[in-house]
């Protein structure tokens, strides 16, 4: 069976320090994968999706970046963090004809 | 650009009132539909979907949901709610192609007062 792992599940971090968020897919491949912020309110903001390797689109201007160094490896990154870039980010990964599975979630504040 | 609107943003009924939350989208082309809901401290999981077929969809806990294409529109409904159904509920369209990206409503949080 399929599997999505998203790490950490919490974390802090001062402004202008770099940011790495790890998310990693089992049991599959190539799979369609994304990276969402949740705020209240604003729903599921898409941020980035992938459709393979290497293959990466931005939805949103923003001070953060992803990338697919793998199949199943999605990475979201910042070189700088805003105090802005505090929320919660998920990860999820679908196919062609099935929902989105989505992982556990990173609750990260920026101090 | 493709989008996906909820006219409700919140949402408050009582124990054994019907429900429907609205969803709409703005991609002409053929999409799959997905409700989503998310219960308090808990993660996202799937109520139900749309891909083809019948355009009205059974999915768990007694919701529903019809695809009416003309009117771009994939409405969830319940006919009788519980005071667990207490959530915030998410609406998804997703292009039906392998570069299709997913893209979410906004949310309606239902209040369901016992």
């Known amino acids: 069976s399929q599997t999505i792992h998203q790490w950490p599940a919490t974390l802090v971090q001062p402004v202008g320090s770099p940011l790495s968020l790890e998310c990693t897919v089992e049991?599959?491949?190539?799979?369609?994968l994304y990276w969402y912020r949740q705020a209240a309110g604003r729903g599921l903001q898409l941020l980035f999706y992938?459709?393979?390797?290497?293959?990466i689109s931005s939805e949103v201007p923003q001070n953060l970046s992803a990338s697919r160094p793998q199949d199943r490896q999605f990475i979201l990154s910042s070189k700088k963090l805003l105090l802005s870039d505090s929320g919660f980010y998920l990860c999820?990964?679908?196919?062609?004809?099935?929902?989105?599975?989505f992982g556990q979630g990173t609750r990260l504040t920026v101090v | 650009a493709q989008s996906v609107s909820q006219h409700n943003h919140h949402v408050i009924l009582s124990e054994a009132a019907s429900l429907e939350l609205g969803c709409n989208y703005s991609y002409g082309g053929t999409v799959n539909l997905f409700w989503y809901v998310q219960y308090p401290g808990q993660h996202l999981q799937l109520l139900l979907k749309?891909?083809?077929?019948?355009?009205l969809v059974k999915g768990i806990k007694g919701f529903e949901a019809e695809f009416i294409k003309s009117k771009f529109s994939f409405n969830l409904r319940k006919p009788s709610v519980q005071w667990s159904d207490t959530a915030e509920y998410f609406c998804a369209v997703k292009r039906s192609s392998n570069t299709g990206k997913l893209i979410f409503g906004q949310g309606t949080t239902l209040q369901v007062k016992p």
């Open positions: 999820a990964w679908s196919w062609l004809g099935t929902e989105a599975f």
């Open positions: 049991g599959t491949s190539n799979p369609n």
């Open positions: 992938s459709v393979g390797i290497g293959q």
């Open positions: 749309y891909f083809s077929g019948d355009p």
